[in-house]
């Protein structure tokens, strides 16, 4: 039976995705599972994979296009099979059931057959706002906030289309710089006004809503790191390069075991209530070209500080190569943020929602320590928790540094 390829939801505030490229050709066969098509997220570019075996029979979007999450992209199912009902019964722009408006006939060059795009009209017959536009269209329109009823729709019956509401958006920049780039406008002199991308933009509109909607406070631990590093180093002397730890896993390992004692750190606000989440997934912010992202070691707690490393490891790869998984940045409920590689001293983060912390970590570095008395040299690592004040509170926070800390300084407790 035919089925529709949709577009997964990559994250827990992703609205849309960009369909990238199709991997797949009309009419091969494919396998559950199987990569069918590249797409884009916020966060990263990622690889689709079909929800179902059978034969690709129809494409219904084209590269480039923007989805919204549960969209569908195309439609798989035995060979020959007649689709006309599914394309029927697909949602409009406000989610109700669409007809059959008209016909946009796309020849297939390939396949010598003609392919019907389908324009979305509510069952009354009218259209939203009056204006007869693609969803794709209006939605970019919303976002750049163009009044569609200005635009001239070159699609059949006057619709508008992407293309139309970009050529608009494009029109109007050349009125105010007579001498556009691609990639740069002028600003001023010497000034150049640089786009953000998409990642960028999903970076600045999560941050400026976790500072200004979520009240943060902050509690700073200085770790001695002596014998973690000296365990570490012996642990690696064991293992084949792929597994060696890093001291980020260390640390990743000893976060999950102290968020077991403390539940409200290894939650999310949910207004009127808080959700204690069963699994501790921790993720790991990880540094791209133009910004951050965060993979997420499931079951961290129980997991064996091989097995982090492993995966943190391949993750990361993923991520810097542009081949990420969907499970690679689902379901985090605790994050670690560690600039250590960057000789950082001491900074704090801003709490990744909807989580109700985040751990901030400096270096380890050699420093003038007093034990017992005596004036030495130590390992030592600053560690910043930022707590969700609606969540929990400062001496809850505290006693779980204190469990982090001993949990490190005494660094056997992670082969447990």
């Keep these: 039976m035919a089925e529709f390829i949709v577009m997964p939801k990559l994250g827990f505030d992703m609205r849309e995705g960009v369909l990238v490229s199709w991997l797949k050709d009309l009419g091969d066969t494919i396998a559950k599972g199987e990569v069918v098509a590249e797409i884009e997220s916020d966060k990263a570019t990622l690889e689709l994979e079909a929800q179902s075996g059978g034969t690709l029979l129809h494409l219904i979007a084209d590269e480039g296009a923007v989805v919204p999450i549960g969209g569908n992209l195309a439609i798989v199912g035995e060979k020959d099979e ?42 009354q017959g009218t259209f939203p706002g009056g204006v007869r536009a693609t969803p794709v269209a209006r939605r970019i329109a919303e ?37 556009p780039s691609a990639d740069y406008e002028p600003v001023g002199a010497g000034d150049m006004q640089i ?13 400026m809503e976790s500072k200004t909607t979520v009240p943060h406070f902050y509690v700073t631990s200085d770790v001695d790191m002596g014998q973690a590093l000296a365990l570490r180093k012996e ?36 207004g009127d209530s808080v959700i204690q989440h069963q699994q501790i997934n921790v993720g790991s912010a990880v ?32 991520v810097r190569g542009g081949k990420s998984h969907p499970d690679d940045f689902d379901s985090v409920t605790f994050t670690v943020s560690n600039l250590g590689a960057f ?39 600053k560690a910043t928790i930022s707590a969700d004040h609606r969540v929990t509170d400062g001496a809850e926070a505290a006693r779980f540094m204190q469990q982090f800390k001993a949990t490190l300084e005494e660094p056997l407790k992670l082969l447990l």
């Design 82 to 123: 007649d689709v006309a009902g599914l394309l029927e019964s697909m949602p409009g722009d406000d989610g109700e059931v669409t007809q059959i408006a008209g016909l946009d006939e796309i020849a297939d060059s390939e396949k010598g057959q003609v392919v019907p795009s389908f324009e979305a009209e509510t069952v």
């Design 143 to 179: 976002q750049q906030g163009v009044d569609l009823s200005k635009i001239n729709g070159s699609g059949p019956g006057g619709r508008i289309r992407k293309a139309d509401v970009e050529d608009h958006i494009a029109g109007a920049a050349k009125a105010l710089a007579r001498m």
């Design 343 to 381: 000789d950082v001293d001491h900074f704090i983060a801003i709490i990744n929602p909807p989580n109700a912390a985040i751990l901030a970590v400096g270096s380890a570095q050699q420093v003038p320590v007093v034990v017992d008395g005596e004036l030495g040299i130590g390992w030592r690592m």
């Design 235 to 270: 642990i690696n002397a064991l293992l084949p390069e792929d597994q060696k730890v890093t001291v980020n896993d260390m640390i990743v390992k000893a976060a999950a075991i102290a968020l077991r004692d403390f539940p409200n750190l290894n939650a999310s606000f949910a």
């Design 195 to 207: 786009p953000t991308s998409r990642l960028r933009q999903a970076i600045g509109r999560r941050m």
């Design 287 to 318: 540094a791209v070209e133009g910004g951050l992202l965060t993979v997420v070691q499931k079951n961290t707690d129980t997991s064996t500080l091989t097995q982090i490393a492993i995966d943190n490891k391949s993750m990361v790869a993923r």
